[in-house]
């Protein structure tokens, strides 16, 4: 068994073992809100105790609805989506989806076919969040990168998530400027660029419906054309 595959507790202080204990011991790093309480509350997602790992994902989430770490937590969890255990894992990915850290779905797109179904199906769920809460334009463009084969998969599963989402990153998939932005960090759904792209592909679809509505009004007007009732025909 490899070093990182093996169970691991964090280092506690002695204070901490129990359950009081630990929710002390996480509530004291939530308040100290430092970038060495962040790294300590990440660590807590690679111990075995499940109680721990709640308390601690539970603290990261906090710190991301106050717009608090953010950032460097979400750059913290992403080693743990290669490296933990599935636990760690899962732990990781639920915290991911408090923070709604969008540079993490390209390794939640990778982790969407995890060997543990439930760290998969968390990772899918993950993304979903993303994707609701300005990341479409960023799946997208992580789906632009994979190969054709993988891309579909990935869909497949985002699709039996959250057939929406999963239609409106087709639709950004072919955003070929949105696609090859160097930078995914500045394709928020807010963006210009993309709110721009969508606004037109919108309004685009609304011209096509109309026309075809349009079209369906000329064919039923056109001469040679039966009798709408029979009172129409004996006036004639």
Do not use: F, N
Request: hydrophobic share 45%; net charge neutral.
């Amino acid at each position: 068994m490899r070093a990182e595959d093996k169970p691991s507790r964090v280092h506690e202080p002695p204070s901490a073992r129990g359950l009081a204990g630990k929710r002390d011991y996480v509530r004291s790093l939530e308040q100290r809100r430092d970038e060495q309480a962040v790294i300590l509350l990440v660590d807590c997602l690679r111990d075995e105790s499940g109680y721990l790992r709640e308390l601690a994902e539970a603290a990261l989430v906090k710190l991301g609805e106050h717009g608090e770490r953010t950032a460097s937590a979400g750059a913290l969890l992403l080693p743990l989506l290669r490296q933990g255990l599935w636990y760690a894992r899962a732990s990781a990915v639920r915290a991911l989806a408090g923070l709604v850290y969008l540079p993490a779905a390209g390794p939640l797109l990778a982790l969407a076919e995890d060997s543990v179904d439930s760290v998969a199906r968390e990772a899918v769920a993950t993304l979903a969040v993303i994707g609701a809460r300005g990341g479409a334009a960023r799946i997208a463009w992580e789906l632009h990168r994979m190969p054709a084969e993988r891309r579909t998969a990935r869909l497949a599963r985002l699709r039996a998530r959250d057939a929406a989402l999963a239609t409106r990153v087709t639709e950004l998939l072919k955003a070929e400027r949105i696609m090859s932005h160097p930078d995914p960090d500045q394709l928020r759904d807010d963006a210009p660029m993309v709110r721009a792209w969508e606004e037109r592909t919108w309004r685009e679809e609304q011209k096509q419906q109309a026309e075809a509505g349009e079209g369906t009004t000329r064919a039923t007007a056109a001469p040679g054309a039966m009798p709408a009732s029979g009172a129409d025909a004996s006036a004639r």
